[in-house]
């Protein structure tokens, strides 16, 4: 069995594997140099040959329990048609989002537009490097890409206050959105990734009243059809107020933890499996005070299923040899 699995579908809790989000990113030398000669980042996405060999560069380096596919959750918008762009030192930016265009695309275009990620993942997931480890595929979750393709960029601290105002427009968009995720899981599985995470990087800016709408019941959807796909799938609805709400309605088989959530408080009140937890920043202090924090994780963990791994994403300017430091601390404890 490999070493997610053992602990996503045996709760195990002798061991932690460790992965980290952004592993492949830009605090590695040899993706920046790939990524200066590929100034178009969707097209590096869709260049499977470059984004498997970015998928797999952390685990050549690091003895890391599972591959990330390179790739990002604003494929899926891409794939329905809207402009998708990535600005140096700003971020997304989206185009215009238009319901009749999106409405008019069907699953074969869809598949068209962005299929080379699938192929992607074929390689990685056959690569020899792969072979005891786990496979991620990964989506955004529904709230998270409304806000994208509505807002055209990252939201700051709140959203603008006339987001809601076309409430028919938001809810075929959220059906569409939904159709489309199931779709691009389903040929993720298909080849070959075989735990499914679930990215809502935005959830946190919703009022409780509104969660279920935008951010439950979308989210219940996807985790029941991962599930009957017979594929473990794991939630990540970042800054989330109330994390034993959410995993007591969506019950995914783990779920993430930003770095705001008090960890013993979540050992009391979680059952499932957890992820993560360790602010990224740590990784930019000395490796006495990384040691230190990480071992605070492993150790309130000690007697619980739980995988290794960051708050959020790895930050570019983290130096490599805290990287390995902090591998190295989490496979020797
Ligand atoms: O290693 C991995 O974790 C896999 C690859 C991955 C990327 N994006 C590559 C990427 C994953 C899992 C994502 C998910 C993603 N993308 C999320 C959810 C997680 C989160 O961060 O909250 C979100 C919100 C996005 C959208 C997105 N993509 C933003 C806001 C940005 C710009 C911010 C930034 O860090 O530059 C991206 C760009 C992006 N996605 C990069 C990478 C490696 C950086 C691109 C570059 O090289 O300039």
């Given at each position: 069995m490999k070493p997610l699995h053992k602990i996503l579908i045996n709760n195990d809790t002798s061991f932690n594997p460790v992965w980290i989000m952004r592993q492949a990113g830009r605090y590695l030398p040899e993706f920046r140099e790939i990524r200066k000669k590929n100034p178009d980042f969707i097209n590096l996405c869709l260049n499977h040959h470059l984004s498997t060999e970015i998928t797999l560069q952390p685990l050549k380096r690091f003895d890391l329990d599972a591959a990330i596919i390179?790739?990002?959750?604003?494929m899926l918008p891409y794939g329905l048609g809207q402009k998708v762009k990535f600005e140096k030192n700003f971020g997304p930016k989206l185009g215009e989002l238009n319901l009749n265009e999106i409405a008019k695309i069907d699953e074969i275009d869809f598949v068209e537009k962005i299929h080379r990620v699938y192929k992607a993942i074929e390689k990685v997931s056959t690569d020899p490097i792969l072979k005891n480890k786990n496979t991620i595929g990964f989506v955004g979750a529904p709230w998270t890409l409304l806000v994208y393709m509505i807002n055209q960029q990252s939201p700051k601290k709140n959203l603008k206050k006339d987001f809601f105002k076309d409430e028919f427009l938001i809810n075929r968009i959220l059906l569409i959105i939904e159709k489309f995720l199931k779709i691009h899981i389903k040929n993720q599985i298909d080849n070959g990734a075989n735990v499914i995470q679930i990215f809502d990087s935005w959830a946190g800016l919703l009022d409780e009243k509104d969660l279920p709408n935008y951010v439950y019941s979308p989210t219940l959807n996807l985790v029941n059809y991962v599930k009957s796909l017979n594929v473990p799938v794991i939630c990540f609805p970042r800054e989330i107020k109330n994390y034993k709400e959410f995993c007591d309605i969506i019950k995914p088989d783990a779920v993430s933890i930003d770095y705001n959530v008090d960890p013993k408080k979540i050992l009391r009140d979680i059952k499932i499996p957890i992820q993560g937890g360790l602010d990224?920043?740590?990784?930019?202090?000395d490796k006495e005070t990384l040691k230190k924090e990480a071992s605070k994780y492993l150790n309130i963990f000690k007697d619980h299923p739980y995988i290794f791994n960051l708050g959020h994403g790895v930050l570019p300017e983290t130096d490599p040899n805290m990287f390995d430091y902090l591998v190295k601390t989490v496979k020797n404890y």
């Open positions: 390179f790739s990002d959750i604003l990224p920043k740590i990784l930019l202090t």
